[in-house]
């Protein structure tokens, strides 16, 4: 069964899915079960895929990185989560062409982000 919010990657051909709504049933690509991602943290190091959460009025930015990430074509951050008890509030989508950053008219008390190389990071 799929989890409400989570993050699957198939290991053959590398799509992604967020799950919006879970039900029964797995997720299938390529013939196999796709890959349940589990967040990466602070203690897994890579300071610059660490999502950073800053108060910004009565809004919330989330910057990629202590040390900003690389934005470029082949190596980019494809999302910006936004998360309040462990639920996905909203949500950015990037192209490498964009900064590695998202502000939301949302409460949040966390952030999650996907780096296409290096997967997913929580903070």
């Not at 990629?64 to 990430?69: E, T």
């Not at 989560?81 to 192209?95: C, I, S, T």
């Not at 999650?112 to 990071?121: D, K, M, P, S």
Request: charge should be negative; proline fraction near 3%; charged fraction near 30%.
């Amino acid at each position: 069964m799929a989890e409400a919010d989570g993050i699957y990657k198939c290991n053959v051909c590398g799509n992604v899915v967020s799950v919006i709504e879970a039900h029964e049933g797995t997720l299938v690509c390529c013939g196999q079960n796709m890959e349940f991602l589990k967040a990466k943290n602070k203690d897994d190091g890579q300071e610059k895929h660490v999502p950073i959460l800053e108060k910004v009025e009565d809004k919330v930015k989330v910057k990629v990185g202590s040390v900003p990430h690389p934005m470029e074509e082949k190596h980019f951050i494809e999302i910006i989560q936004l998360l309040k008890d462990g639920k996905v509030v909203a949500e950015k989508r990037l192209k490498f062409t964009d900064k590695p950053e998202a502000t939301f008219c949302a409460e949040g008390d966390s952030a999650r982000i996907y780096c296409n190389i290096h997967g997913l990071w929580k903070g």
